[in-house]
């Protein structure tokens, strides 16, 4: 059986003012192994979608998450 390679979290509360789904790839790459993040997301809220734009950025979440992520795999190798 094949190791697990590909993980899809979806927002299912219609109530948020934001949903979408977030696809993680993992294949083995040239130094080890290679993450793809793809984000099919939607903002339905006019102000959340401001704030988004031209506040915070689109790219808030998966700047800071890939962030973490590498801090993560930093301390990981560290030890």
Do not use: C, K
């Not at 294949?27 to 988004?52: K, M």
């Amino acid at each position: 059986m094949d190791r697990p390679s590909r993980l899809v979290a979806r927002i299912t509360d219609p109530s948020l003012p934001f949903g979408g789904t977030w696809t993680y790839r993992i294949a083995p790459g040239q130094a080890g192994s290679q993450l793809s993040i793809t984000e099919d997301g939607a903002v339905y809220n006019v102000i959340f979608r401001f704030l988004s734009r031209f506040v915070f950025g689109h790219t808030a979440t998966i700047d800071r998450f890939i962030t973490q992520l590498q801090a993560s795999i930093e301390q990981g190798v560290a030890r």
